[in-house]
């Protein structure tokens, strides 16, 4: 069999790499090459793909070192029983494809994962010495997303860390017993046992830094992890449980959700069709419920239908609402921020505008208007001078009256 070109293996691992949903490059310390120093930047423009909380546009070279894999995951499409084109870079070639994307101005950064080759430290270690390379021989100051290997050792993910701006461990399914039946050659004790020990790792460092002003960085952008929606028969209620307690448990900067996605020559015992999108999207709402609007996991899971399962037709917040109405209307020149922050169609920007307003004069609802996308959503929920929603919040078709319309797209409408 001829040798693969590395234009062939970027074009079989760049295709592996995007099941992966875990990498936004978000939360680092800010780097940069300008004055002639180093390679690379943190916070550069490129030919960008998704956006950092922050609003930045951001890119990433993500592929997989290799996607040969002595695992048999049932849900991975690069699973030891696959058939499948297999291909595998050295960590010198990942290290050039890196630096020439960046000089032509395409990525700012490198996500790397990788299957499991020979064993977990062999293959870990490889993962380490492409970000070695980079950040020593190269001086490269750009972004680096390095997926760690929970059955390796764990001097060798130290290590990554170390080189890394942000390290991620997937725990791949909500469950244990899902784990262990998609997954027999994982561990959901060894995974978060991983998961502390980068913890603890994180929390060392930052101690140092405090006391040593050159005590070196470990992934200053932290840790992050993702679960496979849909693979097993876990509801949305047990991923946002199992979600909080990763939040609470290893201090996760984001858990990222991923839709199963039917793969070729799948096995018997996965899903025929994959979860709808708008499932992994009420997943997303959820956890942001929880990390900014003060939501407990339980609120959530109130908000849930008797399944277990977010409503596909409206959002969770508003499903909430709707099933805690004595909780509404609230007086927006009156309530606590955590009251406001519960109206659905109000963010947390808005929340803290109409705080702000407040202290100066008595609000209106066109002052409301101003600050929302849909005062229709918001109205049903609120009290202001001129505005009281009398039997609205109490109408039995309410939820209908605030679902989005569902409307089917023309393909060639002008």
């Known amino acids: 069999m001829a040798a693969q070109t590395v234009l062939q293996k970027l074009e079989i691992l760049a295709d592996a790499a995007k099941y992966d949903a875990s990498c936004a490059s978000s939360g680092t310390a800010k780097k940069n090459s300008l004055g002639g120093k180093g390679i690379g930047s943190t916070e550069g423009m490129g030919i960008c ?101 929970p059955e390796a050792d764990a001097e060798i993910v130290h290590q990554a860390g170390l080189y890394a701006d942000r390290v991620s461990i997937n725990v791949e399914l909500p469950t244990d017993s899902g784990l262990t039946r998609l997954a027999p050659d994982k561990d959901a004790r060894q995974i978060e046992g991983a998961m502390g020990k980068v913890k603890a790792d994180l929390v060392e460092a930052k101690d140092a830094r405090k006391r040593f002003k050159h005590a070196p960085r470990f992934a200053p952008a932290g840790q992050s992890t993702q679960m496979i929606v849909g693979a097993d028969a876990a509801t949305d209620a047990d991923i946002v449980g199992k979600a909080s307690r990763l939040y609470d448990n290893f201090r996760l900067r984001r858990v990222y959700y991923s839709a199963f996605s039917p793969i070729p020559d799948a096995s018997a015992v996965l899903p025929l069709k994959r979860p709808p999108l708008i499932r992994e999207h009420r997943l997303y709402q959820s956890d942001w419920l ?39 209307p609230v007086d927006v020149n009156r309530a606590s921020k955590e009251q406001l922050l519960r109206v659905p169609g109000l963010g947390v920007k808005a929340v803290g505008k109409i ?29 202001t001078v001129d505005w009281r929603p009398i039997t609205l919040t109490d109408r039995a078709d309410l939820r209908s009256l605030l679902a989005p319309k569902s409307e089917q797209l023309e393909l060639f409408a002008a």
């Open 49 to 149: 793909h998704a956006y950092a909380p922050d609003g930045r546009c951001i890119s990433l070279l993500k592929i997989l070192l290799t996607n040969h894999c002595v695992f048999d995951c049932h849900y991975c499409v690069n699973r030891k029983s696959s058939n499948v084109a297999r291909a595998r870079f050295t960590p010198q070639e990942v290290v050039d494809l890196t630096l020439a994307f960046y000089r032509r101005n395409y990525i700012e950064g490198l996500f790397l994962s990788s299957g499991i080759v020979k064993n977990s430290n062999h293959t870990m270690e490889q993962i380490v010495e492409v970000a070695r390379i980079l950040r020593e021989e190269h001086d490269f100051r750009g972004y680096i997303h390095l997926k760690t290997i």
């Open 290 to 328: 929880m990390r900014f609007y003060g939501y407990k996991p339980a609120d959530v899971m109130q908000a849930t239908e008797a399944d277990g399962n977010l409503p596909l037709d409206i959002d969770p917040k508003l499903a909430w609402a709707l099933k805690f109405r004595e909780a509404f």
């Open 355 to 383: 705080l702000a307003s407040r202290r100066h004069r008595a609000l209106r609802l066109d002052d409301v208007a101003l600050l929302t996308q849909s005062i229709t959503k918001v109205r049903p929920f609120i009290v």
